[in-house]
């Protein structure tokens, strides 16, 4: 689990090709955005999400090759 404010990939360097989603338990997508500058806020339609567990899934290029990433956040106020 990460615990974050914002949660986004700012740090991961020049970054191609960018699929970034994050899902409710209800497997709803929440977020998405091909900017990796643009992190989520835990907003939802502009209103905050409730405190839960959503999952995330990065598709990217970077200069080290293609990267998958998938795991959870905790959502939490």
Same mark, same amino acid.
């Given at each position: 689990h990460l615990?974050?404010? $914002?949660?986004?990939?700012?740090?991961? +360097?020049?970054?191609q090709? =960018?699929d970034?989603?994050?899902?409710?338990?209800?497997g709803?997508?929440?977020f998405?955005?091909a $900017?990796?500058g643009?992190c989520?806020? +835990?907003?939802y339609?502009? =209103?905050m999400?409730d405190?839960?567990v959503?999952v995330?899934?990065?598709?990217?290029?970077?200069?080290?090759?293609k990267i998958?990433?998938? +795991?959870?956040v905790t959502l939490?106020?």
């Open positions: 615990y974050l404010a $914002d949660f986004g990939i700012k740090y991961w +360097g020049v970054v090709d =960018l970034f989603n994050i899902y409710n338990r209800f709803e997508r929440v998405h955005t $900017d990796p643009t989520w806020d +835990g907003t339609h502009q =209103l999400q405190a839960d959503f995330y899934v990065i598709k990217a290029k970077t200069a080290c090759g998958e990433k998938k +795991g959870t939490i106020r």
